[in-house]
């Protein structure tokens, strides 16, 4: 069974600071991962996906098959970018995810 | 612009009530799921269903039911509340034949079981 492992609850830095947020896997076969983020009083949604290669509100992530990790990188943070993020796992050819814990950033002033 | 709905926002229980929490998604997708998310321990699929009256068991079904008699409109369950089905409950629908899987979700709604 596939396990998604986001290893920090919480992260906390200083506007225009680099940040990555941490996203570990485990799956046998080839996964489609993605970042799903939730800000204040609003509901989950997609922040970007692997497979797509892209860079969305200045958010990347490099999905490393070696160390299955699929880290979410921004080099300044924002306060807007406070919010929780999930790293989640789809297998291959699949419609379900599997979410990780979450960890919840704080951009401050 | 996708839609998905949740029936109630907040809702107060007592434990052994028979409890139903209702979705509704206005873009024909398919696929439709309920999470339940607690802190650290991030979304847990408890249902999933990828057609009209047809459903697979998530991670954690125990204590909970579904129905999905219509394309549109998912409904969880909870046969007989306990405490420990107090959580924030998210409904999500995606659609595979867009070939992606991105799901979309609703707002929520936070059950209080007491």
């Known amino acids: 069974a596939q396990r998604v492992t986001q290893p920090e609850k919480l992260l906390s830095v200083f506007k225009g600071a680099p940040v990555e947020l941490k996203c570990n896997y485990s799956?046998?076969?080839?996964?489609?991962l993605f970042w799903y983020v939730q800000y204040s009083r609003q509901r989950l949604q997609l922040l970007l996906r692997?497979?797509s290669r892209e860079s969305i509100k200045g958010f990347t992530a490099d999905l490393n098959k070696g160390e299955t990790s699929f880290h979410l990188k921004k080099p300044f943070a924002q306060e807007e970018d406070s919010a929780m993020y999930y790293c989640?796992?789809?297998?291959?050819?699949?419609?379900?995810?599997?979410f990780g814990g979450g960890t919840r950033l704080m951009v401050k002033p | 612009d996708v839609k998905v709905t949740q029936s109630s926002r907040y809702l107060v229980k007592r434990t052994g009530e028979k409890v139903f929490l209702e979705c509704v998604q206005d873009m024909d997708h398919e696929n439709m799921f309920w999470y339940r998310q607690d802190p650290g321990l991030g979304l847990r699929l408890i249902y999933f269903s990828y057609d009209v009256k047809m459903k697979e068991k998530g991670d954690i079904p125990e204590g909970y039911s579904v129905s999905r008699e219509k394309k549109e409109r998912f409904s969880l369950i909870l046969e007989s509340a306990s405490t420990n089905q107090t959580s924030m409950y998210l409904c999500?629908?995606?659609?595979?034949?867009?070939?992606?899987?991105?799901?979309?979700f609703g707002p929520g709604t936070r059950l209080t079981v007491t």
């Open positions: 989640a796992l789809s297998p291959n050819a699949g419609n379900m995810l599997t």
């Open positions: 692997h497979i």
């Open positions: 999500a629908s995606s659609s595979p034949g867009t070939g992606s899987y991105e799901q979309y």
């Open positions: 799956y046998s076969g080839s996964p489609e």
